[in-house]
């Protein structure tokens, strides 16, 4: 299990107000949550998490190097990482502690290899579920974990229950949830235009009668 050094400094204010003074310096306050520890308000730097978080998106195992009153090396992971919807920029991060003797529970991503034969034969590959939730140790956590799509016929489908997980990993979804299929593609048919005069029918008032033809006060009049 590979972990990527992150720089953090402990910061003993809080509020609004040093909040806002940290991300205008340059920084995003953050807090670290141990196991059965008090919690320990931090800041760092946005461009150097930002990088992080970048380069490896899902589940990523952070060694906190934290500067302060002492120094203290904590592995750990973002817990929640809050932005700013407009501007898109790092507004507050939570990282929480990782013990390898512990279990954690995390949604690892799913990957889909290989184009299913149904494609090929004009159906479409619909992703039910990106994602599958896990339970297991560290040291065994995958980045990702893949599923090959390429024998699914036009109909066939993959369920949580078919996938193949590395060992020491327990899968927490219902087996029975679809996780991906080959359906049929549906083609709208555009429908013909409805003629302005359906065969037989009766001209409209005031109009003369087709040749051969009566209007129906001719028919009357006879």
Do not use: W
């Not at 910061?11 to 807090?31: C, D, L, M, N, Y």
């Not at 380069?55 to 906190?64: C, P, V």
């Not at 507050?92 to 502690?97: A, G």
């Not at 034969?117 to 004009?122: D, K």
Request: proline share 6%; aromatic share 4%; charged share 30%.
């Amino acid at each position: 299990m590979e972990a990527t050094e992150l720089k953090a400094f402990t910061r003993k204010e809080t509020g609004k107000g040093p909040a806002r003074r940290f991300r205008k310096e340059g920084s995003i306050p953050a807090v670290f949550y141990g196991r059965g520890e008090e919690a320990i308000h931090l800041s760092v730097n946005a461009t150097e998490l930002r990088k992080v978080v970048r380069a490896k998106k899902e589940n990523i195992f952070i060694k906190l190097l934290i500067e302060g009153e002492k120094h203290l090396e904590k592995l750990s992971l973002i817990k929640e990482l809050q932005i700013e919807p407009v501007s898109r920029r790092f507004y507050h991060v939570d990282f929480y502690e990782i013990r390898m003797d512990h279990k954690l529970t995390l949604d690892i991503p799913l990957r889909f290899a290989g184009i299913p034969i149904g494609v090929q034969n004009g159906g479409e590959l619909q992703h039910l579920k990106r994602d599958l939730k896990v339970s297991c140790l560290p040291s065994v956590l995958p980045d990702f974990i893949e599923i090959d799509v390429t024998g699914l016929e036009i109909g066939d489908s993959v369920k949580v229950q078919d996938i193949r997980v590395p060992e020491g990993i327990t899968v927490l979804d219902p087996g029975d949830v679809g996780v991906a299929m080959v359906a049929v593609v549906k083609v709208s048919v555009p429908q013909p235009e409805v003629e302005a005069a359906a065969e037989g029918e009766a001209p409209a008032e005031g109009e003369p009668a087709a040749e051969g033809e009566t209007s129906p006060k001719e028919d009357a009049k006879g």
